[in-house]
């Protein structure tokens, strides 16, 4: 599938002429894969999780946000793809338009994939994705260490709403949990949720 496949619903939903989210130019991020977890004040308050897979940053949203913990078990609900570029985008999405509220970066960094199969060999990240269970090492600014996403409802052959798990691995030093959301800072700005609000209404 193609990158402007990929992005088909993420285009579709959104007027670019209104908003300040990238459309998208499928430019390569780098050898390394990165991550990305945005705080997003939208009708309800959630973080977005997402993945570099290939060309596009596969996205979940996750209500509660990512745990330090290992015995929490945080509900992670698929969305579509976005761009690469996605990564650095903070700042207040027009209200009325898709998504429409305020989103910082809570932190991001880059991840090693560590899937493999029961015999130990190595299996392609995208396609552990695909069979509903994948491992990774996150190494961001706040999160840190490995972590699991598997799917527990719907998907390949399953009914109803996909939805996801995303748990901490046990082992390894414990790093930042999710935060209060309203007095999070963006790892990229610094700002908080109010400030890029306050600055977004002042241009």
Request: zero cysteines.
């Amino acid at each position: 599938m193609t990158e402007r496949d990929r992005l088909r619903d993420y285009r579709g939903k959104r007027d670019f002429d209104r908003t300040g989210e990238p459309r998208g130019s499928g430019e390569s991020a780098g050898d390394r894969p990165r991550f990305v977890v945005q705080i997003h004040d939208a009708s309800t308050m959630h973080f977005d999780f997402r993945l570099q897979v290939d060309d596009v940053l596969k996205s979940w949203s996750i209500p509660k946000g990512p745990s330090a913990d290992p015995k929490d078990k945080r509900l992670a609900v698929p969305t579509e793809d976005h761009p690469l570029e996605y990564e650095e985008f903070e700042g207040v999405i027009p209200r009325g338009e898709y998504g429409g509220g305020t989103v910082i970066v809570w932190d991001h960094g880059t991840y090693e994939p560590l899937s493999h199969d029961r015999k130990g060999r190595p299996v392609d990240f995208a396609e552990s994705l695909e069979r509903g269970h994948a491992t990774f090492r996150l190494s961001g600014a706040k999160l840190r260490g490995e972590y699991a996403l598997t799917r527990f409802r719907g998907g390949q052959g399953g009914d109803g709403e996909e939805a996801w798990l995303l748990v901490k691995r046990a082992g390894g030093a414990r790093t930042h949990g999710a935060p209060d959301p309203r007095r999070a800072r963006s790892a990229m700005s610094g700002r908080t949720l109010a400030q890029v609000a306050s600055d977004a209404a002042g241009e």
